[in-house]
């Protein structure tokens, strides 16, 4: 596996149950998903965003990117 297989890549930017769903979704495809920034997107999310709606975000390997398509 090369390095940029490895990298990581936000594609999705939501509140903690829309990410927490988008993650399980993924999951359930086969592809290996992340949360990034949970604890903090659930504890101040208005600190992370000032919208509010991008505070927690989805990851998954750059790999698994032709997957999603």
């Known amino acids: ?3 940029d297989d490895e990298e ?3 594609i ?4 903690i149950t829309e990410a927490e769903l ?4 993924l999951e359930n495809s086969g592809i ?3 949360l990034r920034d949970e604890i903090m997107g659930t504890v101040a999310p208005g600190y992370l965003s000032p919208g509010f709606e991008g505070s ?6 750059k790999k698994n ?4 398509r």
Not at 12 to 15: A, F, I, Q, T, V
Not at 22 to 25: A, D, N, P, Q
Not at 65 to 68: G, I, R, V
Request: aromatic share 12%; glycine share 0%.
């Open 8 to 10: 990581l890549i936000t």
């Open 1 to 3: 596996m090369s390095r």
């Open 12 to 15: 999705y930017e939501r509140n």
């Open 56 to 61: 927690v975000k989805v990851v998954i390997f």
């Open 32 to 34: 290996k998903s992340f």
């Open 22 to 25: 988008s993650k399980r979704l």
């Open 65 to 68: 990117l032709k997957k999603l």
